[in-house]
C-alpha cells in the first residue's frame, strides 16, 4: 500500500516568532500537515521585500515535535523563505503561510509589509502562498476568526492551487464573528500625513513615522478596505509581474 505524503506546510511573520498571531496559526492548521516553522527572532514590521544581503543570517532550533519544527531567523520575513526553501526544507512546499499579521495588510500596505513581502517570495518560488492579518495591533488580540477563515482558504489552496505568478492576501477584520468572505480588489489609497515631529531629550529633531491612510475609492463597494469596513474578510489576488500592460502599449512609439 503506498501512503501518500503530508503536505509540508512553510510558516513564517513578521511580527516575531513568538507573536501570538502565528503561534495561533500554527495550532489552528497543524492537522493539515507537516509544519516547518521559519520566522524572525523578533518583529521586523514594514521590511517589505528587504534581504540581509550584507550580514549573515542565523537560525536557531525553538522547539521540535511530531510534525512540526519552528526555528527563529535572525534575518527579515524574504530571509525566512529563502532559507527555508534553499537549505532548510528536504523538499518544496506545498503551501505557504505568512502571518497571523497584528494589524491590517489591505491597500497600499502590500507595498510596505514584511507579511506580503514573505507572501511574494514563496510565489516568486513557485509556491502557493497566502497572507493572512488580523486588523488589530493588540499582542492579546483574538484571533479566532483569522485562524478560522485562513484554515478554509489554506485548505482551498492545498486542494485547488494557485495560478503561476498569483498570490493571496486575506485581511480580517477585528470583530467577534465575521459575515463572510469577500474576494476583492486592493484599495486604492495612500499615506498622508506621515511623520510626527518631535524633540528628544537633547533637543534634536526627530520624526516618528505615523500617517493617515487616504482611502480614494471609499464607497467602492468591490476593494478590500471597504469589505473589512462591513465585517467581512477580504481576500485579494496579488502578482509579482507589475508590467503596466496597457500603458506598455501607449510608449512604444518613445522607441523610435
Not at 37 to 48: F, H, K, L, N
Not at 56 to 69: A, C, F, H, S, Y
Not at 75 to 95: A, S
Not at 211 to 233: L, V
Request: proline share 5%.
Amino acid at each position: 500500500m503506498i501512503v501518500k505524503e503530508k503536505p509540508l506546510i512553510f510558516i513564517t511573520n513578521d511580527d516575531g516568532v513568538y507573536a501570538l498571531g502565528i503561534n495561533s496559526l500554527i495550532e489552528g492548521i497543524r492537522s493539515l500537515g507537516e509544519i516547518v516553522v521559519i520566522a524572525p527572532d523578533g518583529g521586523r514590521s514594514g521590511m517589505s521585500s528587504a534581504i540581509s544581503a550584507t550580514n549573515p543570517v542565523r537560525l536557531n532550533l525553538v522547539r521540535k515535535e511530531e510534525d512540526l519544527t519552528v526555528y527563529s531567523c535572525s534575518g527579515t520575513p524574504v530571509d525566512c523563505v529563502k532559507l527555508g526553501i534553499n537549505e532548510i526544507l528536504d523538499r518544496k512546499p506545498d503551501l505557504i503561510l505568512s502571518g497571523i499579521n497584528h494589524g491590517s495588510n489591505a491597500a497600499i500596505c502590500v507595498i510596505y509589509s514584511g507579511t506580503i513581502g514573505a507572501t511574494l517570495e514563496g510565489c516568486i518560488w513557485g509556491v502557493p502562498s497566502l497572507g493572512i492579518s488580523l486588523c488589530d495591533h493588540s499582542p492579546d488580540a483574538n484571533f479566532s476568526e483569522a485562524v478560522k477563515y485562513g484554515r478554509k482558504i489554506a485548505e482551498k489552496v492545498l486542494e485547488e492551487g494557485l495560478p503561476k505568478g498569483i498570490c493571496l492576501n486575506l485581511n480580517i477584520p477585528a470583530i467577534p464573528e465575521l459575515n463572510g468572505l469577500k474576494v476583492c480588489s486592493q484599495t486604492k489609497g495612500y499615506w498622508a500625513k506621515e511623520f510626527q515631529v518631535a524633540k528628544d531629550p537633547a533637543g534634536k529633531t526627530v520624526y516618528w513615522l505615523c500617517g493617515e491612510f487616504t482611502n480614494e475609492e471609499p464607497d467602492n463597494e468591490q476593494s478590500d478596505e471597504w469589505a473589512i469596513s462591513q465585517g467581512y474578510a477580504a481576500l485579494v489576488p496579488l502578482q509579482i509581474n507589475m508590467t503596466a500592460y496597457d500603458f506598455l502599449q501607449e510608449i512604444k512609439g518613445w522607441e523610435k
